[in-house]
């Protein structure tokens, strides 16, 4: 038996209390006497459940190798096609960039990661195997979840369908898609076939679709059609929806409560380049909400840290969230509403759940959100992960 007290930290930034923890679980919040066998003085400071970063690549960032000259043209094509030839040419590995990301997340309070992994008939199942080693390397330190993730397309791409087959077989969570009519102009084709192999396979989907305006409500409606006929109702998320975004306020509204009526979750970025789907009217209409990061420092582009803290910064910008409620949501999206998308049992700070904690010194959340102080310490499982902004462990 291992335990721990937390001594003197506020939940959620409410009254100090205690945090006991044995055998990687939140037995108790209450005071408590240090009669346990390790003891950790939180002096004060706010206790947050894990961070969860809901969409992520850790199969391609160039995190550790030098500053990359951006080469991709603007087109969504040329940024696939780019990737796809320097992946070798700069050896970019996904075993050891995803472990590079796992020691970032780490340092930053993330316990919980769903990542995104390429397929394509040039790469197979490299990115997935690469990203399959780190989830078991990394086991005591991240929850990751692989999404099987077509990104060159699947319908004009023949061998795609069969290598995320073999993933699912061995050990992918999650059927990913693709802008079904932008990437392989054959919506009904790469639709039957997603949610075939999420039928096959008993797994969740999660599609990225950046499709925009009328062409992604297009999609998404055909999204909905096969949720609601195979009754995948909480098992769908929907990354990016920019066309949620769209200027014609009443037909996002009619998409926002069909996604509702199904269940079908958001994942988000907050970008501020685009349109994105607007967090206070998701949650109005009770559409689910999660985020992520995306891809960082990578050929797509140059931003990006995997702080879900500064995530949530993002998302308060963007839906120009300015009271401490607003602000405090936009935390819940980055914690709560990433475990409900990849439905993490035991989650939160509460008796009885994991032990995945995060103590940041700040005297409210909504000054946590704005201020970002580096992570005090980070707890997974109740083992001490990251202390200081720094994570506990290394990785070549
Ligand atoms: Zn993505």
């Not at 066998?37 to 939180?42: F, R």
């Not at 550790?64 to 000259?69: A, F």
């Not at 140059?302 to 308060?316: H, K, Q, S, T, V």
């Amino acid at each position: 038996m291992t335990e721990l007290l937390l001594k003197n930290v506020r939940p959620f930034g409410g009254a100090a209390t205690d945090i006991l923890i044995r055998d990687g679980r939140i037995v108790r919040i209450g005071k408590a006497d240090a009669s346990a066998a390790e003891v950790e003085d939180g002096g004060g400071a706010i206790a947050i459940p894990g961070l969860i970063e809901a969409h992520a690549h850790l199969d391609k960032s160039l995190w550790g190798m030098g500053w990359h000259v951006h080469q991709a043209g603007p087109a969504l094509e040329d940024k696939i096609s780019t990737e796809r030839r320097l992946r070798r040419e700069l050896n970019i590995d996904p075993a050891r960039q995803s472990a590079r990301q796992v020691a970032l997340a780490a340092s930053h309070g993330t316990t919980a990661i769903r990542s995104h992994v390429d397929i394509d008939t040039d790469q197979k199942l490299w990115c997935f195997e690469g990203v399959a080693a780190t989830r078991e390397r990394f086991r005591d330190v991240m929850d990751i979840e692989i999404v099987a993730f077509p990104q060159s397309g699947l319908m004009i791409r023949p061998g795609t369908l069969e290598l995320m087959d073999e993933a699912l077989a061995n050990g992918a969570d999650v059927v990913g898609g693709l802008d079904p009519c932008g990437i392989d102009r054959d919506p009904k084709g790469q639709l039957d076939a997603i949610f075939g192999l999420a039928e096959k396979h008993g797994k969740p989907i999660d599609i990225h679709l950046h499709e925009a305006d009328d062409l992604g409500a297009f999609s998404m409606e055909m999204i909905i059609e096969r949720t609601r006929a195979l009754g995948m109702q909480g098992k769908v998320t929907i990354s990016h929806a920019f066309c949620l975004g769209m200027t014609d306020r009443a037909r996002a509204a009619s998409l926002t409560e069909q996604l509702a009526h199904q269940d079908i979750a958001i994942a988000t970025t907050a970008p501020a380049s685009r349109p994105v789907p607007m967090a206070a009217e998701l949650r109005r209409a009770g559409v689910r909400l999660c985020a992520g990061s995306d891809g960082i420092r990578d050929t797509w582009g140059p931003y990006g840290n995997l702080d879900m803290l500064e995530r949530a910064l993002f998302i308060g910008l963007r839906n120009n969230f300015r009271n401490d409620a607003d602000v405090e949501y936009a935390l819940h999206i980055c914690t709560q509403g990433g475990a409900d998308v990849m439905e993490l049992a035991d989650y939160g700070l509460r008796e009885g759940a994991f032990a995945d904690i995060v103590l940041l010194d700040a005297e409210t959340v909504p000054e946590a959100v704005a201020a970002r102080p580096k992570r005090k310490l980070v707890l997974k499982r109740g083992k001490p992960v990251a202390r200081d902004g720094q994570a506990l462990f290394t990785v070549e």
